[in-house]
């Protein structure tokens, strides 16, 4: 493939007659465009709210569990962006549905899709409704969100592991279940963003501690690359994580972005400012403009261009959208080079927003000028994330423990 020339994809067979449109200098395009994305998602794979359907709060096979608690979160956002509450008493009960009868998302029949990473994405779902004062389901106490992260942050922190590596997280905690011998970025990433954002919410320092030492030891270990600032996947503790896994993913950056900002807002520190500054040049560099032509474009480089994304990849560009956008307003000086990133690949989703039954449903490869034939869950959120994205700085910041 020719890295001059974005491929038009034509005769694919979709219609453009109900396609996406989007101004992304229109506040009110960009509501009607995220509206659509939302509405096509839940009615195309949630049944959780219909007589028969899936369990409330999940997505059917084959999306994990982990993906529901990330896609709940990206709806938190939207209410708060847009304003629509439309979808509040969903998305309510679906977190109170997962949170657990001891208040920290280990649900018994999630025991074999249950990790650190997939435990640790509800929590930071359920600490964006805590921070932006979500709607809580009748019966729930009022303060259910912040319970439920801070007991997920209590129990990640029990599962410090020194035993191996000189600490860190491993990816699963179930011995049995594939990864246990394996300490993970997203793990530790997800866990270093959760702290960081409980001891903004908080005021209490315990949890800045703990992010602190979190990134002291990815780095480290050699998670976090000293100079380039790019985040590698991890590596397996059986070997005292001597070789680490170099592939780049772009929620691994995500985590660290945010949590890095967040930091910087709380603390004022200068490193947490150069950290911020250097993860955000770093994703900057792997997951943006994959052709000379598609400046500014987000692209999952490791899986998008050879096809091989699966389930759960296709949704990693989400995150990235959601984290660097709220990261802007936490540190205010990334914000000119996050911008044209977001606003390009807003742009640049749109037209793949052309296809499936609807002739709207969004693709994987948006430098291609427009739908791929792609898909699914993670497509319709990675697009979803970048258009709010776009809303990030008309609404009130995330907020914090209240009096």
């Not at 989703?349 to 002739?359: I, L, M, N």
């Amino acid at each position: 493939m020719a890295r001059s020339a974005i491929l038009l994809l034509a005769g694919l067979g979709f219609s453009q007659v109900n396609a996406i449109t989007l101004d992304i200098n229109d506040p009110a395009s960009i509501k009607s465009a995220t509206s659509d994305i939302v509405y096509d998602m839940l009615k195309t794979y949630y049944t959780g709210n219909v007589t028969g359907g899936d369990q409330v709060g999940l997505l059917p096979q084959p999306y994990y569990w982990w993906e529901a608690g990330a896609m709940w979160g990206g709806l938190v956002d939207y209410s708060h962006y847009t304003g629509d509450s439309s979808y509040d008493d969903t998305v309510g009960q679906a977190i109170v549905s997962q949170a657990s009868p001891t208040v920290d998302f280990m649900m018994a029949n999630q025991h074999f899709d249950l990790g650190n990473d997939d435990q640790v994405f509800w929590a930071l779902t359920s600490m964006s409704a805590a921070e932006y004062q979500f709607a809580v389901p009748s019966g729930s106490p009022s303060d259910i969100y912040y319970q439920l992260s801070m007991n997920v942050f209590n129990d990640l922190a029990s599962r410090w592991n020194t035993t191996q590596c000189a600490g860190g997280l491993k990816w699963q905690f179930y011995p049995e279940n594939n990864g246990y011998d394996y300490k993970s970025s997203i793990a530790n990433g997800g866990f270093f963003q959760l702290a960081a954002r409980l001891a903004r919410y908080t005021g209490n320092t315990t949890y800045a501690e703990w992010a602190d030492k979190t990134y002291d030891w990815m780095s480290a270990i050699g998670f976090i690359d000293a100079n380039s600032y790019a985040i590698y996947d991890g590596a397996g503790d059986l070997q005292n994580c001597s070789a680490v896994d170099h592939d780049q993913w772009s929620y691994n950056a995500a985590t660290m972005i945010h949590g890095a900002a967040v930091m910087y807002n709380t603390t004022s520190a200068e490193k947490w400012l150069n950290r911020t500054v250097g993860l955000v040049a770093s994703a900057n560099a792997t997951f943006f403009s994959p052709y000379s032509n598609a400046t500014n474009i987000m692209y999952e480089h490791i899986c998008e261009e050879s096809n091989n994304c699966d389930t759960d990849q296709f949704s990693f560009k989400a995150y990235l959208s959601r984290w660097m956008a709220k990261s802007t307003l936490m540190v205010s000086d990334i914000k000119s080079t996050v911008q044209p990133m977001l606003e390009a690949s807003a742009q640049a989703a749109a037209a793949s927003c052309t296809g499936g039954s609807t002739g709207r449903f969004c693709g994987t490869k948006w430098y291609t000028g427009g739908w791929d034939g792609s898909q699914g869950v993670g497509q319709q959120m990675s697009a979803l994330e970048t258009f709010q994205s776009l809303l990030v700085g008309s609404v009130p910041v995330a907020g914090t423990l209240p009096n």
